[in-house]
Every structure is written in C-alpha cells, then in structure tokens.
C-alpha cells in the first residue's frame, strides 16, 4: 500500500496481532514487528534467514519512549540528550542497557539495546500505531544488498511478510551511525549517517 492508503488504526491492531511490516524509514527501508510478541521477533529472524546472534534494534516514536525498554547510564545522560536534540529524529542509532521488557531474543541474549527515532512521518506513524516501539531491522534476506528504495526490495522477501508500504525513496538511503553509551567507554560501533567529526562537535573527542 502507498502512504496516503495507511489505515493507521487497522494497521496498529494488525501489528499488535503479531503481523510483519515493510515500511520506509529515513535511512532504508526496514522489517518490523510489535515488541510484545517473541514469536513476531522470532518471524523477523526467519524472514531474513538471520541468525539469532544479530541483535535488532528498536525504532521509537518518540524520545520519551527510550526510558520504556533502556535504562540512561547517569554519567552519559547529559552527554545522550545533546546527542538526541541535535540528532532525532534522524540517522543516529544509541546503544543503551536493556530493561526486562526487551525479549532476549531480540537482543542476542545481551544486555543492550540500540534504540532510534527515524526522521520520517510514515514511519513515526507506524511505529506509533504499534505502541511506540517498534523492533526492526533492515528489510532485506541477510547477505543481500539493503533497499534504499520501494524498488529494490527483493520480491521473494517480500513474499515472507504480511503488510508492505510503498513510500518510494528513502531520503537518506544509508545506514545509521551506531553509538554504544551504555557505559562510560563510549565508541562508534559503525559510522554511516553521522559522521564521528559532527558527533564530537556535540560531545567531545570519543
């Protein structure tokens, strides 16, 4: 469906039923499911023949939404906020300490959790209409290349879902910068939307 045929209601309980969604965001296209589902999570795993060591992280609504599933370590907070007003919603991913409400398998058995709020309206709708949070990882088989575009998704993963969103072009079309803050020794786990330069004009040298 296009983004001007979303029934944001249905498609919420539809989520919340344990349904799978391709859905744009601001960087790439991404595959999503309802937190409260393990077995929705285990489906995200399935459809991209993912192995369970691969953490996904969890797309938010909201800033507000990030103290429902991870916990701010203290020292860092100050350091977090700067990062959030100057960066969310966009291409910034920030690995946090998990709460209990984080299913294990989404995060590989760890205890971290790489939250972001994505610079996109279609997106923030969804994610919304599913509670806020929304687990989600890029939507394409494992090993293949990630859709940037409506276009390049790959027809036989998009057989494995059941609700796709056509909203065309991503406007970024590149992975997100991940930054794991879970503890004091803060680094860059993958440089992509955000370069480390502009994130040490925020924070200082990491």
């Known amino acids: 469906m296009k983004n001007n045929e979303i029934d944001y209601k249905k498609l919420g309980t539809e ?3 344990g349904k799978l969604i391709i859905y744009p965001t601001d960087t790439v296209y991404g ?3 309802v937190i409260t589902n393990e077995e929705t999570i285990k489906n995200i795993y399935k459809a991209k023949d993912r192995s369970f060591s691969s953490p996904l992280i969890a797309l938010v609504s909201s800033a507000d939404k990030i103290e429902d599933i991870a916990f701010i370590n203290e020292k860092n907070r100050e350091k977090i906020e700067k990062l959030i007003r100057e960066f969310w919603p966009g291409g910034l991913t920030i690995i946090l300490e998990s709460k209990n409400i984080v299913p294990p398998i989404m995060i590989s058995n760890g205890k971290t959790i790489g939250v972001r709020m994505p610079d996109h309206e279609t997106a923030l709708k969804i994610i919304e209409s599913a509670g806020g949070i929304l687990p989600t990882t890029s939507a394409n088989i494992s090993g293949e290349a990630t859709p940037r ?3 390049e998704l790959d027809e036989e993963f998009k ?3 059941d609700i796709i969103v ?3 072009k991503c406007p970024i079309g590149t992975a997100s910068t991940i930054i ?3 503890s004091e020794n803060i680094k860059i786990l993958r ?3 955000i370069s480390q ?3 040490e004009m925020i924070i200082g040298k990491i």
Do not use: N
């Open 15 to 17: 989520l919340k039923e």
């Open 197 to 199: 330069e502009k994130i």
């Open 180 to 182: 794991d803050m879970s």
């Open 31 to 33: 595959v999503g499911g």
């Open 191 to 193: 440089e992509g939307a």
């Open 149 to 151: 575009s409506y276009e």
């Open 166 to 168: 056509d909203g065309g």
């Open 159 to 161: 057989k494995r879902v």
